[in-house]
């Protein structure tokens, strides 16, 4: 194979993965309740104690901080189990 093939094959397997990337993030597949409806994603986790069903966050450096609501009460899980 040489150079020129080379580099084709390459931006050939970039444009496939840009490709599966954007129908990925449109899809909405992976989203959770803490994403925005439109645009990107927040970046952040959201996690349950199963046995209190309450949620807590967690962004990508760390850290977990409890889910409040309006009024400053944990959000549960709609779901405990």
């Known amino acids: 194979m040489n150079m020129l093939q080379l580099v ?10 840009s490709m599966i990337a954007s129908i990925y993030n449109a899809s909405g ?15 952040m986790r959201v996690h349950t104690d199963h046995l ?10 760390g850290g977990l901080m409890m889910r409040v ?6 959000i549960l899980a ?3 189990g």
């Open 8 to 17: 084709g094959a390459i931006m050939v397997a970039w444009v496939i993965f």
């Open 78 to 80: 709609k779901e405990v």
């Open 69 to 74: 609501d309006t009024e400053g009460r944990p």
């Open 52 to 61: 209190t069903g309450i949620q807590y966050l967690s962004g990508p450096k």
């Open 29 to 43: 597949v992976g989203r959770d309740d803490s994403d925005p409806a439109t645009g990107t994603r927040s970046g």
